[in-house]
């Protein structure tokens, strides 16, 4: 009996002794959607567009669904996907283009467009960006979780060009205009 108690003590080891290593993964399982680069312009972006020396052009501009401003003068100008530089020197050659002489333009984002988040807290919708927002800044916005929530991983979902990029990430995960947070029940 002693015997027996032994080899299927060995055998328990055996076979639990593989499966620690399971229980120990320091590498989080995270896909990774962080999009590496200077910000890029997309539709519900407010920007502030100065003229240097037309007090009447310097205004802020919406960019609509079709990813561009309605600026004056010139009409729409397409900025989705651009950086502000971009966005500027476009507004500088529209300008330029029979309307003004060597044109000064400046472009920065003056209000970002929202975030999104739904799921288990408490009050779902769209929400304003503020810069530098985290998972955890996002949730607390939406008046935090439900008793039910997994307070340490969402999916986060986030436009990358045509695409929809999914991630599930931790609490500290940095969020960016336009993401869509869901944050899942706890025994789902």
């Given at each position: 009996m002693v015997k027996k108690m032994r080899w299927l003590s060995l055998f328990a080891l055996i076979i639990l002794f593989p499966l620690s290593g399971c229980a120990i993964?320091?590498?989080?399982?995270?896909?990774?959607?962080?999009?590496e680069g200077p910000y890029?312009?997309?539709?519900?972006?407010?920007?502030?567009?100065?003229?240097?020396?037309?007090?009447?052009?310097?205004?802020?501009?919406?960019?609509?669904?079709?990813?561009?401003?309605a600026f004056p003068l010139v009409g729409p100008i397409i900025?989705?996907?651009?950086?502000?530089?971009?966005?500027?020197?476009?507004?500088?050659?529209?300008?330029?283009?029979?309307?003004?002489?060597?044109?000064?333009?400046?472009?920065?984002?003056?209000i970002y467009r929202p975030f999104f988040i739904q799921g288990e807290v408490i009050s779902s919708g769209q929400f304003p960006y503020v810069f530098g927002m985290t998972v955890r800044?996002?949730?607390?916005?939406?008046?935090?979780?439900?008793?039910?929530a997994n307070r340490t991983r969402v999916i986060v979902y986030r436009p990358e060009g045509s695409q929809m990029i999914k991630?599930?990430?931790?609490?500290d995960f940095p969020v960016r205009p336009g993401d869509t947070i869901v944050v899942l029940d706890r025994w789902l």
């Open positions: 993964n320091s590498a989080p399982a995270t896909y990774m959607v962080e999009i890029t312009l997309d539709s519900g972006d407010v920007l502030r567009v100065s003229v240097y020396g037309d007090e009447e052009l310097t205004n802020q501009y919406r960019v609509n669904d079709n990813g561009a401003i900025v989705r996907g651009q950086t502000t530089q971009i966005a500027a020197a476009r507004i500088t050659a529209a300008l330029a283009n029979g309307f003004m002489r060597n044109p000064n333009v400046a472009v920065e984002v003056e800044a996002a949730i607390s916005t939406a008046g935090g979780f439900t008793d039910t991630g599930n990430v931790e609490m």
